[in-house]
């Protein structure tokens, strides 16, 4: 797919995502409000095209003081995730406000999901590494982030994020309309069937 028609995809995607979204945004900031009355939105610097950082937003699903932490996967039973959080990620109402990163040319519709500046993972020894270190993480940089992508749509919640980058790799080096065609609609149906925080198969 050329890059203007990957743009162009994009800005039609989210264009129409946030006007047919607006009415969500007023009952999904209410019902923040009224779970446990922190803020409603969550920004976080995220590594973008060619490794530029950009900052990302999202309907707050975790407590307060989680973004102070290390950024790292959340993992089945995360006490990070608030009660309302766990619906709002099931139905990836918590991506929303990523629409907008989007339009705005910071991100994609269809790509490697965008990881948080000096994100961590637990190592097979039990030590914790930088994803940096990772083969293959500079590489997937070379196409925007995506709010889905072949990683997120197929990828176990649970595999880890060395594994994860062999895929967002797969994506990378085989770009296509149709593919990306594919994993936006298996994308719309797992929204509908509230898998995304399924930790098997969500297709």
């Known amino acids: 797919m050329s890059p203007h028609l990957k743009r162009l995809f994009d800005i039609s995607v989210s264009a129409v995502g946030l006007l047919l979204s607006s009415p969500l945004w007023l009952l999904v900031a209410l019902a923040i409000k009224l779970d446990d009355g922190g803020p409603i939105f969550f920004s976080q610097t995220r590594v973008g095209l060619g490794g530029r950082p950009f900052t990302a937003w999202k309907f707050?699903?975790?407590?307060?003081?989680?973004?102070?932490?290390?950024?790292?996967?959340?993992?089945?039973g995360d006490p990070r995730i608030t009660r309302l959080g766990r619906l709002l990620r099931?139905?990836?109402?918590?991506?929303?406000?990523?629409?907008?990163?989007?339009?705005?040319?910071?991100?994609?519709?269809?790509g490697p999901r965008a990881l948080?500046?000096?994100?961590?993972?637990?190592?097979?020894?039990?030590?914790?590494?930088a994803l940096e270190d990772v083969p293959g993480y500079l590489e997937r940089h070379a196409v925007?982030?995506?709010?889905?992508?072949?990683?997120?749509?197929?990828?176990?919640?649970?595999?880890?994020?060395r594994n994860k980058?062999?895929?967002?790799?797969?994506?990378?080096?085989?770009?296509?309309?149709?593919?990306?065609?594919?994993?936006?609609?298996?994308?719309?149906?797992?929204?509908?069937?509230?898998?995304?925080?399924r930790r098997g198969r969500k297709v």
């Open 144 to 161: 925007r982030p995506g709010l889905t992508g072949l990683t997120q749509v197929y990828a176990s919640r649970d595999l880890s994020r």
């Open 165 to 197: 980058i062999r895929l967002d790799l797969v994506y990378v080096r085989n770009p296509g309309l149709c593919l990306d065609l594919r994993l936006f609609v298996l994308s719309l149906w797992i929204t509908l069937l509230g898998r995304w925080e």
């Open 90 to 110: 099931a139905t990836a109402l918590d991506e929303l406000p990523q629409l907008w990163n989007i339009l705005r040319g910071d991100m994609s519709v269809v």
């Open 116 to 129: 948080a500046a000096g994100e961590i993972e637990a190592g097979g020894d039990g030590r914790f590494v």
């Open 60 to 76: 707050r699903s975790m407590v307060g003081g989680a973004s102070s932490l290390p950024a790292r996967q959340a993992s089945a």
